[in-house]
């Protein structure tokens, strides 16, 4: 009977390579023998992974008749020549055994333990295969919907990978079957399990992108230098070229935009920014919040703050749907970025806050002022929300003087 006809679905078809198979299937059937025999030196186990088969031989040294004084060793001629007859005194006589030497229950056991390191070796190669892979790209089909989580499988290697999600873009709907871009975001080991976490919201998801799509990012012609994202809303890009015949933005939009249209789509329509990094900080900041138009900036290095002059046309621009613009511009930045509207000075129908020391507090002009607002238009210019923001005003506080510099206008 062939030994490892039990044990050959366990290989055939597995991630684990011949000599360590080879190795793990003569590490076992040594234990068999050990527990029956007492020992292992006399006995050679031969395994084919090309075949399919393992042989296991017993071999004993051939004494004459009455002389054998070690069983595990040695053998009378003539149990040897009941092997095969052609066996004589001094020969090395070969017993092959068979699966039934070692009993059902023995092998059921080896089998199990056999079952489970292979389970562990599985389990240690994938977590080898995936472990320096993080923050690479891969096409995965979905598998399995949960409640929680998405279970996907890797169209390179089928392994199972896994999208929560919290890491998927808001408007990603996915089918069983559906193919799904992401990028290796970590891999663990959990209770002895390797767990591959996958990403769509990751940065490195739109770094990978734009490797996919410029040429000149891969060949290492231009430099991400940072990516800040509202996964699924906005993203801003710093690049850098190290060849000066090469426009880094112009080559990541692609012409009319063919390269960054692609990206777009696959982010869900997310608004992406390409900016070209300077170490010069206002300039810098001045491209982070593209596509707004500045009119004057004020750094503050100590502070790590900017304060920004727009004229008011430019002020929703700079800010952003639901403040997103500025948000990411301050992340790429890494400056604190408040935002001021210009004032007119020779408009002569707006008036000093000062003038209205009589109505208001001084304290409230000193706080109206320390954020940018010396007149009263200035600080009608401003939302109500935008002045409770920028400012320590109680609610009522905020009512009452902007009614009274609006009063003063409706009085002209």
Known sequence: MNLAEIFSEYKDGKNID??????????FF?????????????????????????????????????????????????EA????????????????LTLEEFGRRAILAARQALMSRIMELEKDDVYKRYVDRVGDLVTCEVNQIMKRELLVLDDATGTELLLPRTEM?????????????CVIKSVDMRNNSPVITVSRTDNDFLSRLLEQEVPEI?????VIKKIVRMPGERAKVAV????????????????????????????????????????NLTLYIQRALTPAKISNIQINQENMTASVFLDPDQVSLAIGK????????????????????????????????????????????????NIGCDTAKSVLDLSREELLRRTDLEEETVDEVLAILAAEFEEE
């Open 18 to 27: 011949r000599p360590t198979m080879v190795r793990v299937l003569e590490d």
């Open 30 to 78: 040594r234990t068999l023998i050990k527990k029956k025999y007492g020992t292992d030196d006399n006995f050679d186990v031969i395994v084919n992974t090309t075949k399919g088969d393992l042989e296991i031989w017993r071999v004993r040294q051939i004494v004459p008749d009455g002389e054998v004084t070690d069983e595990k060793s040695q053998i009378s001629v003539s």
């Open 81 to 96: 020549q009941g092997i095969d007859e052609a066996y004589d005194v001094g020969e090395d006589c070969y017993e092959q």
């Open 169 to 181: 873009i808001k408007g990603d709907f996915y089918r069983k079957g559906d193919m799904v871009k």
């Open 218 to 222: 891969e060949d290492g012609l231009i």
């Open 240 to 279: 850098e070229s190290y060849d000066d015949r090469i426009d880094p933005v112009g080559a990541c939009v692609g012409m009319k935009g063919s390269r960054i249209h692609g990206i777009v789509r696959e982010l869900r329509n997310e608004n992406i920014d390409i900016v070209n990094f300077t170490n």
């Open 322 to 369: 639901g403040g997103s613009n500025i948000k990411l511009a301050s992340k790429l930045t890494g400056y604190e970025l408040d935002v001021y509207r210009n004032t007119n000075e020779s408009e002569v129908e707006d008036v000093d806050l000062d003038e209205f020391a009589d109505e208001i507090e001084g304290w409230i002009i000193d706080s109206l002022k």
